[in-house]
């Protein structure tokens, strides 16, 4: 088992013992605890990015993750601004964001905004393409993606870093780790701001009469953004351990208008404030079992004013206020053939809004879910061969203001497989079944711009995919390669979409069926001058299969038909150069295929120092100064230049 399982992390994409610049990061992280994904026994297709891939650049969560094969990326501006991932073509409700395993896809919205991530306290992120690991409570039709914050070292270690650049934007941030006596302790804190004002031309809204084009500049699309991240650790001996985790979030932020009126005053302010506390234990019974539990709430706080009614078709002052909390118990027992592993979560959320500009009581919603799931993975011939069958059960109730209340149970089961053709080829197959609820805002509106409909099925829908996994050793002037190719598949039933009406006001409703057809390719060279090559392409036909024949047979919205993405780095001592190239096209806004968005083409370059314990890294993004918009009316920036300077003590930590 432990011969494939190393095999199988040689061919992992974005392992970082694989990369020849960060050997000295992957032997300082600490190792792995109960609960988290053992990538040994993951047969779907995933990439995991360490912080080394990120640090000290100026980009956020968006950037990060559209990189990667299968990660499509959308954005309505710059650098913080607003952004949604799509994997496989699956919407962005479709696809789990979670934070150190729980997810982030809250009852009321069903999407995750990746602006709002900082990146100064993250780990690592994994994303793990079709079938879901089972560590995660529930799956996602697309996937799932992880995000891990960083962890105390055995070693203490401080941080500071800033910078800044292009359009008024600076990051600052700070991070100290210790521990003494079996305790641990973290603390880390981030500040962003951005005026967002940068230029672009404004076509009016008439992108066929170019005629009245004129420059312009962002109108307020500033953004104020602070986080902070405690742990405290004790290891209390016999394989047990305990952890506490409290975490802050707020943001403020300006909400352009789509014809970017300069006297645009809308503004959105949301705070996260939550905690958890986890217990684990390893080593019980006959030695064999490990289990790990924890409790968690978080409260969320969204003010949105719109009093002039710039945005929306009335003026409107709502103040919503999101409760969650709940509890998750995992275990697992390893055997020589076969590991078990049980994951159970409940969690009761609560959605609450006011509008004070009329003193009422808006939408208030209730769900209570429980989500419940067993797998078995299981080494055969020789343990050249990998099984991975599993099942989850998932059970809610919703209860609203004036609707009936409604509860559903959907059963998901998924099967992985994974065979060792020889010792540097894999092939790998998945097949799982997965349900969305739909969404409070989907269900019963949201703050003037959709009109809820309280009679929507949730969507559900089948995932398979067939790819392939190959490396080899650097030899002479040859270098050491890694290679990948998988296709995949997906079909999804009472598919939701939103129909808008002359005055751009929404309604949810069930379409029929959408189908995703698509393949991944990826490649990563690394030669012993310290050059490295990689290149992710990603092509998919996402399919509307709807009911209504002027839409039967049209590429669904949103989502881009073909991605390439390269980026070349070079090291030279204490140097590392490196430039990159994104390009997506085939992209539409509406259902008829009507109006279609401009092909990205963005070319991006920086370098690195590193000084002992100073690190300064500049960069320049979108060389060519090229301007396009992944959201209809919603521009993002051209040419940007950053700077960024980061002290490390130790300085061998990223």
């Known amino acids: 088992m432990l011969l494939l399982g190393g095999l199988w992390g040689a061919l992992a994409w ?25 990538l040994a026994e993951t047969t ?5 990015v360490p912080r080394a891939r990120f640090a000290g650049r100026m980009t956020d969560l968006g950037r990060v993750l559209e990189r990667q094969a299968g990660v499509q990326v959308r954005r309505t ?25 729980l997810p982030l896809n809250g009852a009321y919205g069903g999407l995750v905004n990746l602006g709002e991530i900082a990146l100064g306290q993250v780990r690592d992120v994994s994303i793990y393409r079709g079938i879901v690991p089972i560590q995660f409570a529930r799956g996602g039709l697309g996937g799932a993606v992880d995000i891990r914050t960083r962890r105390a070292t055995k070693a203490p270690l401080t941080e500071l870093g800033g910078g800044g650049g ?29 005026d967002g004002d940068f230029p672009f031309v404004n076509d009016r809204g008439t992108a066929f009469n170019p005629a009245d084009d004129f420059p312009d500049r962002r109108h307020n699309a500033w953004i104020d953004q602070g986080s902070g991240l405690f742990k405290l650790g004790r290891d ?7 952890d506490a985790l409290v975490q802050g979030f707020v943001r403020a932020e300006g909400l352009p208008t789509r014809d970017n009126h300069p006297a645009a005053r809308a503004t959105l302010r949301t705070s996260d404030f939550g905690g958890q506390l986890r217990y684990t234990a390893e080593g019980l019974g006959d030695g064999a079992w490990s289990v790990t539990g924890r409790g968690f709430v978080v409260r969320r706080d969204e003010q949105y004013d719109d009093r002039l009614s710039q945005i929306g078709l009335a003026a409107q002052d709502i103040d919503a206020v999101t409760w969650r909390y709940g509890a998750q118990a995992y275990a697992e027992r390893l055997g020589e053939t076969a590991t078990w592993s049980f994951n159970v979560q409940v969690t009761r959320e609560t959605y609450d809004a006011h509008d004070r500009l009329r003193d009422r009581r808006g939408t208030r919603a209730r769900r209570f879910a429980t989500d419940a799931g067993g797998q078995v993975a299981w080494y055969g011939m020789d343990e050249r061969l990998l099984v991975v069958p599993a099942l989850r059960v998932l059970w809610q109730r919703d209860e609203a203001t004036a609707t009936p209340a409604r509860s559903h149970a959907w059963l998901t089961p998924q099967l992985g497989l994974r065979w060792a053709w020889n010792e540097r080829t894999l092939l790998r197959t998945n097949a799982a079944y997965y349900a969305r609820p739909p969404a409070f805002f989907e269900l019963y509106g949201d703050r003037g711009f959709i009109i809820g409909n309280p009679d929507l099925r949730a969507e559900t829908g089948i995932h398979l995919d067939l790819g392939v996994a190959a490396e080899g050793e650097a030899r002479g002037r040859w270098p050491a390669w890694r290679l990948g ?77 073909g991605v390439v993405d390269l980026e070349l780095s070079q090291s030279a001592g204490r140097l590392r ?17 009507l109006l279609s968005a401009t092909p990205v083409l963005r070319h991006d370059a920086g370098l690195r120092m590193d000084l002992g314990p100073l690190r300064l890294a500049l960069q320049v993004d979108n060389l060519t100064d090229e301007h396009f918009e992944q959201f209809n009316g919603f521009p993002t920036p051209g040419r940007a230049w950053y700077a960024t300077l980061t002290y490390r003590f130790p300085s061998t930590e990223d």
């Open 14 to 38: 974005g392992e970082s013992v694989l990369l020849p610049d960060l050997v000295v990061t992957a032997a300082s992280q600490p190792a792995a605890r109960t609960g988290d994904v053992w």
């Open 44 to 48: 779907g297709s995933y990439d995991r």
């Open 77 to 101: 501006g710059g650098l913080g601004s607003f952004s949604t991932a799509t994997l496989r073509g699956a919407s962005a409700q479709q696809v789990q964001v979670l934070l150190d395993g």
């Open 166 to 194: 292009s359009f008024g934007t600076g990051r600052g941030h700070l991070f100290h780790a210790g521990g003494r006596s079996g305790t641990d302790w973290l603390l880390g804190g981030e500040y962003f701001h951005t």
């Open 236 to 242: 209390l001996g016999a394989g047990r351990r305990l």
């Open 485 to 561: 190719l998988t296709g995949f598949f997906s079909r999804i039933d009472d598919a939701i979409a939103f129909i808008y009406d002359a005055q751009g006001v929404g309604r949810a409703v069930n379409i029929g069926r959408a189908e995703v057809a698509g393949l991944e390719a990826q490649a990563h060279l690394a030669w012993e001058t310290g050059t490295t090559l990689d290149l992710n392409l990603t092509w998919q036909d996402p399919r509307n299969r709807s009911r209504v024949a002027a839409f039967d047979g049209k590429r669904l919205p949103g989502r881009y038909r």
């Open 577 to 593: 150069f490196y430039y990159r190239l994104h390009y997506a096209e085939g992209l539409f806004y509406d259902r008829p295929n």
